[in-house]
């Protein structure tokens, strides 16, 4: 049962848009690693680790990160997963998204052993699948009413709008977007941090016309206050995501009711143990969560959908389909069917390595 091989890969995906943006950051191409596990009986163990510079670490640090850690896992037992992660965690300050590459590849090859998807060591799946939300990245009003009119053309009811900050622009994309699919499809909004409070609540008697179901993260992550004043001020709800980067964020977020929804992220939280930690935070506290979006591979995607099919409510479309628009997926497919994604068949995370 123990572990022989760590083996670390580089994952570089283009975007179909190479244009692909959204308040923060451009976004041409991800350079994400591969943490491939093999134990003494030939079983494997896949991890993803995600790398984005505005958001997560840099591609070339996430590749040392892993190859610092990855030999401290040559000779633990796969069914060793908290004490190895404990000492991982004590090894490298930060670094979560390494984190939670590590611990996937951990869970995917005990769940191999086992002959069992990875959702059965999380306690048990409540569903078979989730529905979806597609991104709307930042572009001129018009092209993003295009692009979400083919979205819901190709039968996703949830659809999630980039915005910039430039509150005249931005409330002529939603008018658009609107204006493209009609009253039936759910619209959540997305500034990525580029509103500040009071602004958000001038803008937002104007967007409100346009049916907004949620409003994830409009203000700086640190600005607890801010996000706090828009959850008790408008009649939307508020999703924190940048500000929920670790377990002890959501304890805060729920714990003084900061926010009504909190945008849970396997790569943000250091792994699969710490996502569980806080869905049951959320949980405790009726906080609802959602699974947003970690860019990468179906690797990823398919272990996020593990994760997402464990919390005993999910009021909001997760954003588990964006590998749909990367290129050169090492992974087996991951299909999506109207809008849905459902369980592979299969032991640990369900899609297999090509790379």
Known sequence: MKITHATVKPCIQGLADPQWKFARAQVPRLEGAVLELQDE?????????????????????????????????????????????????????FNPTVKAGIDMALHDLLARRLGVPVHVLLGGKLRDGVLLSRILPIKAPDDMALLAARLAGEGYRQLKLKLAGDTATDIERIAAVRAAVGPDVVLTLDPNQSYHAKQLIGAFSKMERYDIALIEQPVPAADIAGLALLTRTLPVAIEADESAQSVRDVFRLVSERVVDVINLKVTNLGGLRHFMEAVRICEAGQVACRLGAAFGPALMQAMSLQAACIPKTLPYACELSEHLHLQDDPFTPLPVQAGRLSLPDGPGCGVGYQG
């Open 41 to 93: 009986d030939g079983h494997t163990g896949l991890g993803y680790v995600h790398a984005i510079p505005a958001i997560s670490t840099h591609g070339a640090g996430a590749l040392a990160a892993l190859e610092f850690l990855a030999p401290r896992l040559i000779g633990r037992r796969a069914d060793d997963i908290a004490a190895v992660m404990e000492e991982i965690d004590a090894t490298l300050a």
